[in-house]
């Protein structure tokens, strides 16, 4: 192994599920506020980023929503989920029963994650209590970074040892600033384009993968 902890995060990394609760918030936020915002829009706003931050930032944008709007996400979120399942992304399970000690860090909020987990049948295979950590146990979600040092405080390693596998700028941006080394997984659809992938590079990412493969070569 080349790193002692490899921290994965969830929605875009380890499923193709950050696309749903886009257009989701895309579809909510343009009937209330009549915005006309696209996919890539909402996607640049509020992409990788936990609700709570998602909520604030649109706050400063003077777009004011209240605690039962936010429910109302979190519901259709998981009733679509359910309905439709999630996509594992491809490969990625090969990776994951090879690692000794790795974590989940996610924008999500706890009960919703870990039923994105039991979705996709990952649940007490591969995460559960002691190895899942999620927006609602710090202060400040991504892009800052106290749920990253989170997870690697409560895994017992230092952050100079860990490795963070993460879609979005916001939770890259999270990484650097936690002092971990990063990979940008590119994989889902949404990222396949030119503006994306030049904001990751003017972060300073070199590491930047579209399959898992490529991503094994890294950390194992």
Known sequence: MKYRLVIWDFDGVIADSEKIWIKNRQEALNK???????????NKYLGGKS???KRQFLDEMGYITDDKFWEEQINKDME???RDGLDIT????????????QCVATGGIFTKTKI?????HFWNKYF???NLFTADMVEHGKPEPDLFLLASQK???????CIVIEDSIAGMTAAQKAGMDIIAFLGCEMYHNDNYLQRVKDLGIQNICYKMQEVEKLII
Do not use: C, H, R, S
């Open 128 to 130: 559960n209590e002691k």
């Open 51 to 53: 609700d709570k931050t």
């Open 90 to 101: 491809p490969y990625i399970e090969n990776i994951i029963k090879k690692l000794p000690k």
């Open 80 to 82: 679509v989920m359910k």
């Open 32 to 42: 209330k506020f009549n915005l006309g915002w696209d996919f890539q829009t909402t």
């Open 155 to 161: 895994m017992g390693e230092k952050p100079e040892n």
């Open 116 to 120: 994105k987990l039991e979705v996709i």
